[in-house]
């Protein structure tokens, strides 16, 4: 007995409804990337692995794919290497190239390697799947699309009002209500650390306090105790755990606690302006949140920092995120070309959009109608109508064989087409086609103009 065929782990198929409904997504934000004047770009699958390594810091580069070399890939190996059985050291003489982790390293490789052709500032918007070695679970998967958009070449705060104004335009189009903009700023994080004398563990303070709403108050503390943050530094950071109120009173809250860090400053001035322009401009779905315990990739972002949460009423992790990043492209040797950007969470967008039962019918809509084939005479006649209704821009299909008309229709029921024609040897003596409503059973006999004008309703 054959093996039953099966798929990675962590990777999905998708039948035809899933692929409507993931399409009707993508379309969305190209739509609002596009009306917001982002550009469209595309790059490889895969980079050369030494584009990939070392960006992501040891846990990214853990979870990066090595694709091995073609033809002999162990013919680099010593014998010694062979023995010692180092799989890092191997990795390098037996793979060269790695899929793509993310849209972002490969963009900033984009931007220097075709820095002469582009007119900056650049808006460009991605779309493509990226792949990692994580383990599977709910709304995480080890092949996914980001959906992203960046601007390098300008350090306007205005690119961050409109980044919150593009969240906010994709969740309104889809009806998503209630979804949270989180934001905070990693000149502020900074601050926060050089105020209580923590400079030196910077890391290791803001790994910690991104964990305060999964471990609370107690737990951070502890992380930060284990990691040789002293007493008197936790007493001077108690203030950060009871921050409330509105934005502006969170501000300037900010404002006072952080008054001896310049940089820290900064970071709430930056705050303010991205704050006070959206409250003046308004949004229509979602809401804007200062979180003072947000990190995301700290290495990474250098000021704005953006996270999505869903509605409270689904339990689902972050549908988006970003931020400002000062020298990406100094990765790769071009220096001082600031960026930002953030990403759409496909996987996740899908799975709050079928939870809350925010598809609409129309996005899995196939055929309008099904011809039934009575033969070959029959069935040229009904494809010369056909013809015209598609090229009236109407879905229309013909069933393949001539069989047993009970088949037939049970197949436009399971497809869920709304209308079957029944088109036989009266028909084409009258020149007329038998449209039969799949719902209700009604039947009526019409003409080529009269089928035209149901169909197209």
């Not at 709430?268 to 990739?297: C, H, M, P, Y």
């Amino acid at each position: 007995m054959s093996k039953k065929p099966s798929i990675p782990k962590g990777t999905r198929d998708f039948n035809p409804e899933e692929v409507s409904r993931r399409n009707y997504i993508f379309s969305t934000i190209k739509e609002a990337f596009s009306l917001y004047g982002f550009q469209p770009i595309e790059t490889p699958s895969f980079e050369n692995s030494e584009t990939l390594m070392g960006k992501y810091g040891e846990e990214g580069d853990r979870l990066i794919f090595k694709i091995l070399n073609s033809g002999d890939f162990l013919s680099k190996v010593n014998d010694n290497l062979y023995t010692e059985k180092d799989s890092f050291k191997i990795t390098s003489k037996i793979s060269e190239k790695a899929l793509r982790y993310d849209l972002t390293v490969p963009f900033a490789r984009y931007v220097v390697q075709h820095q002469n052709e582009i007119t900056f500032p650049f808006k460009r918007y991605q779309i493509q799947p990226v792949w990692r070695a994580d383990r599977p679970q709910k709304g995480r998967f080890r092949e996914f699309f980001q959906c992203d958009a960046d601007v390098v070449g300008s350090t306007s705060l205005w690119q961050e009002v409109e980044f919150v104004q593009l969240y906010d335009a994709v969740f309104s189009k889809l009806g998503l209500k209630g979804p949270t903009i989180k934001i905070n700023n990693r000149k502020i994080l900074s601050g926060i650390a050089e105020t209580i004398g923590a400079e030196d563990k910077l890391i290791d303070f803001t790994v910690a306090l991104d964990k305060l709403d999964k471990i609370g108050e107690e737990g951070v503390k502890k992380e930060m105790r284990e990691k040789g943050i002293s007493e008197d530094a936790l007493q001077k950071l108690q203030p950060l755990f009871s921050l409330t109120g509105s934005a502006t009173e969170q501000l300037k809250s900010l404002k006072e606690l952080l008054s001896n860090s310049k940089t820290g400053v900064q970071g709430v001035e930056e705050l303010k302006f991205i704050t006070d322009n959206i409250k003046t401009l308004g949004l229509q779905t979602a809401s804007l949140q200062i979180d003072v315990t947000l990190a995301r990739g700290l290495n990474y972002y250098t000021g704005a920092i953006f996270e999505v949460s869903a509605p409270a009423e689904v339990n689902m992790g972050s549908i988006g995120g970003g931020g400002r990043y000062d020298d990406l492209t100094g990765i790769f040797g071009l220096k001082d070309m600031s960026g930002v950007g953030i990403s759409f969470g496909l996987d996740r967008i899908y799975l709050v959009l079928e939870e809350l039962n925010l598809f609409p019918e129309t996005v899995s809509e196939n055929s309008k109608a099904l011809f039934i084939n009575f033969g070959e005479r029959e069935a040229l006649y009904a494809m010369k109508a056909i013809t015209n209704l598609r090229n009236a821009g109407i879905k229309a299909e013909l069933y393949p064989d001539a069989t047993k008309m009970g088949k037939q229709m049970g197949y436009a029921d399971k497809r869920n087409i709304p209308f079957t024609i029944l088109a036989g040897e009266k028909e084409i003596e009258s020149q007329s086609y038998t449209l039969k409503n799949m719902k209700s059973g009604e039947q009526s006999e019409v003409n080529f103009s009269e089928l035209e004008k149901l169909l197209g309703k």
